[in-house]
Structure formats: C-alpha cells, structure tokens
C-alpha cells in the first residue's frame, strides 16, 4: 500500500532548530493533505502543522512563527522545519498523510513510525 518514513529528530539544546522530513512511497495516485503531529508522554497526540494541496498551512498556536511546513509534491515529501526549539517541544513527532491510491477510490490515512525529538534546557 503507503508507506511513510520520518527521519530529522534527534537531540538539540534550547534555541536550536531541527528538520524534519517524511517520504511517502507505494501505491500513490495522488496526496492530499499532509500533517505532522507530536506526542508528549503522558498527553494526548497533538496536531502541529498541516499542509493542503494547494500550500495552505494551519499550525498550533504553541509553534507559529517557529516551525514550518512545507512540501515537495514531486518526491510526496513532507517537511518540518522547527527553528527556536524549546523544551516543552520534546516529544516523539509523527507525519499523517491523505492518500488516495487509485482515481476511483476515496482518500485514506496513513502514519509514520515517529520520530523523537529532545530539547534540553
């Protein structure tokens, strides 16, 4: 079917920055909306930013003006660029992508394995 794999996270200070990437690869006609979301231990997942065909973005207020969505419609790549890292941002991070898989066939989504990202104060 899809298949999604996440690679950026890692460990950075406070005021640090990390990049984010997840490829979609598989059985694609095409992709809607692509999203990351976070989870904290012992807190609900979270939606962090999404991106929508056409390059609208909507983000959590806790990371406007610090993190970036973006895509690259040509590799089904989706990309987080998170600048000013604070701790509170620790958190495994997973994209959400809407996939459909033929033209006929109505979207579905999928997940990547998440990633961790530690900030440290």
């Known amino acids: 079917q899809v298949q999604l794999v996440e690679s950026g996270g890692g460990w950075v200070q406070a005021g640090g920055s990390l990049r984010l990437s997840c490829a979609a690869s598989?059985?694609?006609?095409?992709?809607?909306?692509m999203a990351w979301y976070r989870q904290a231990p012992g807190k609900q997942r979270e939606l962090v930013a999404q991106v929508a065909t056409g390059g609208t973005t909507n983000y959590a207020d806790s990371v406007k003006g610090r993190f970036t969505i973006s895509r690259d419609n040509a590799k089904n790549t989706v990309y987080l660029q998170m600048n000013n890292l604070k701790p509170e941002d620790t958190a495994v991070y997973f994209c959400?992508?809407?996939?459909?898989?033929?033209?006929?066939?109505?979207?579905?989504?999928?997940w990547g394995q998440g990633t961790q990202v530690t900030v440290s104060s």
């Open positions: 959400n992508v809407w996939v459909r898989t033929s033209w006929y066939r109505p979207e579905s989504d999928y």
């Open positions: 598989g059985r694609i006609f095409d992709i809607t909306t």
